[in-house]
């Protein structure tokens, strides 16, 4: 992907999230040591935190108290595996410690974090103009809610939930703008279902309107990308065969798909 491209893509695209609106609105508190941390994590991922602490200013109690926080917040992950000197796991940032990082600005060259999400996202092909409007449409539902932010990690469903959000989106976004960014969404998951057959097979149907949107294979077995039935807001979890208590259940007995 072309930095320079990326770069004024960025700034043609304001992220409609201050810092502090976006730290606040996840009840996130990030002290200047874990950005420090975070960032430094960002660039030399995975990594472990030996490794942080040996080549950062901070000792390695401090990097790991840091760490369990960032840990809490979904900021950082860490990978099955061991790294050097034995360490258990090593580390590496979120789609969330990404988006962080970007509305706390902890790097300068923004086209560095918006590559990262692209790869964590599987969008390496889609050319920077494409990524930051799917960016923009995202904050725009982090905005409206912030349970969003439990799909940030699974790009199917936040191009689902852009689908599904049109109309909302409609009053942020010009009428191109948003044709463009439904279009991305459509493209993408009609490539992914081509891909992996993920979203949609022979052997399932896609169910959904502005309240739920659901997968279900020929057993019966669904699969939630979105559902605002019950005060749950259930996303990206699947529903046991059987499950006569859920509220999406007898609703799409109702449309006669099971």
Not at 67 to 87: D, F, T, V
Not at 110 to 137: E, F, P, V
Not at 225 to 253: A, D, H, Q, T, W
Request: net charge positive.
């Amino acid at each position: 992907m072309n930095k320079a491209l990326m770069k004024e893509a960025i700034m043609d695209y304001e992220i409609p999230y201050s810092p502090n609106q976006f730290t606040m609105a996840l009840n996130m508190d990030v002290d200047d040591t874990m950005k420090e941390l975070l960032t430094y994590i960002i660039y030399n991922e995975p990594i472990t935190l030996y490794r942080v602490s040996k080549n950062t200013r901070f000792a390695i109690s401090t990097v790991y108290k840091k760490a369990r926080k960032m840990m809490q917040y979904g900021l950082i992950r860490p990978l099955n595996g061991y790294g050097s000197n034995n360490e258990k796991y090593i580390y590496e940032s979120t789609v969330k410690g990404l988006l962080t990082c970007l509305a706390l600005n902890c790097i300068g060259d923004s086209s560095i974090i918006l590559s990262k999400i692209c790869r964590k996202w599987r969008l390496r092909n889609y050319c920077c103009q494409r990524i930051m409007k799917i960016m923009k449409a995202l904050m725009i539902m982090l905005n409206l809610n912030n349970d969003m932010i439990k799909v940030i990690e699974d790009p199917k469903t936040i191009m689902i939930s852009i689908l599904e959000h049109r109309d909302q989106l409609r009053h942020f976004l010009s009428n191109d703008e948003l044709n463009d960014t439904i279009n991305i969404a459509t493209h993408y998951l009609i490539s992914r279902l081509i891909i992996d057959g993920n979203i949609v097979t022979k052997s399932s149907l896609l169910v959904g309107n502005e309240k739920f949107v659901v997968s279900i294979d020929l057993d019966g077995n669904m699969y939630v990308y979105m559902c605002k039935l019950c005060e749950k807001s259930c996303m990206n979890v699947p529903i046991p065969y059987g499950s006569c208590k859920c509220i999406l259940f007898n609703e799409i007995r109702k449309l006669r798909f099971t």
